[in-house]
T-cell receptor
Framework: AQSVTQLGSHVSVSEGALVLLRCNYSSSVPPYLFWYVQYPNQGLQLLLKYTSAATLVKGINGFEAEFKKSETSFHLTKPSAHMSDAAEYFCAVRKVGSNYKLTFGKGTLLTVNP | EAGVTQFPSHSVIEKGQTVTLRCDPISGHDNLYWYRRVMGKEIKFLLHFVKESKQDESGMPNNRFLAERTGGTYSTLKVQPAELEDSGVYFC??????????????FGDGTRLSIL
């Protein structure tokens, strides 16, 4: 069975600082990987996805993530945090093939301090 | 293009009552999914429709939950009778069929369900 671990339920950074949100997956074969963001009182919005093409994936709002098979990781980064990045971030995996269901991590709440 | 729409946004009912949640997917999306997030826990898969057929309902908690998608358009999720542990946020998502599981799932804003 697949699983996703997000290290740190709450991450706090200063405005302008590097954002690093960690995600590790457990799967017998490399899955598809996704990062979603949920702003307050809104639904989940897709930030970026890895689907076995380039290992460095660029997403919206200046975020990017790198798939590292040897480390079974898909960490999310942004060079310079903005106040508007404050939200909850979810890493999710999906098996390659006919099973479409997403398995989510527990989420990381990002706080950006002025 | 309209996104995934869920109704109601909030619902507060008493234990033992019935509640029906509705989801309108993005037009043309054959795949429709329901997920749930109980407070403090991760978002969990409930089920997956392809058009009006249930492709995977392995995440449905018990037989108090009934999901339908008549006609392959909108979907409803009924909880009857509701129990305290059913409280949480219910998300609906949809995706295209072309491209298979490579297609991203687009989520609605969710329905926050509170059982008193």
């Amino acid at each position: 069975a697949q699983s996703v671990t997000q290290l740190g339920s709450h991450v706090s950074v200063s405005e302008g600082a590097l954002v690093l949100l960690r995600c590790n997956y457990s799967s017998s074969v490399p899955p598809y990987l996704f990062w979603y963001v949920q702003y307050p009182n809104q639904g989940l919005q897709l930030l970026l996805k890895y689907t076995s093409a380039a290992t460095l994936v660029k997403g919206i709002n200046g975020f990017e993530a790198e798939f590292k098979k040897s480390e079974t990781s898909f960490h999310l980064t942004k060079p310079s945090a903005h106040m508007s990045d404050a939200a909850e971030y979810f890493c999710a995996v999906r098996k390659v093939g006919s099973n479409y269901k997403l398995t989510f991590g527990k989420g990381t709440l990002l706080t950006v301090n002025p | 293009e309209a996104g995934v729409t869920q109704f109601p946004s909030h619902s507060v009912i008493e234990k033992g009552q019935t509640v029906t949640l509705r989801c309108d997917p993005i037009s043309g999306h054959d795949n429709l999914y329901w997920y749930r997030r109980v407070m403090g826990k991760e978002i969990k898969f409930l089920l997956h429709f392809v058009k009006e057929s249930k492709q995977d309902e392995s995440g449905m908690p018990n037989n108090r939950f009934l999901a339908e998608r008549t006609g392959g358009t909108y979907s409803t999720l009924k909880v009857q009778p509701a129990e305290l542990e059913d409280s949480g946020v219910y998300f609906c998502a949809s995706s295209l069929s072309e491209g298979g599981s490579n297609q991203p799932q687009h989520f609605g804003d969710g329905t926050r369900l509170s059982i008193l």
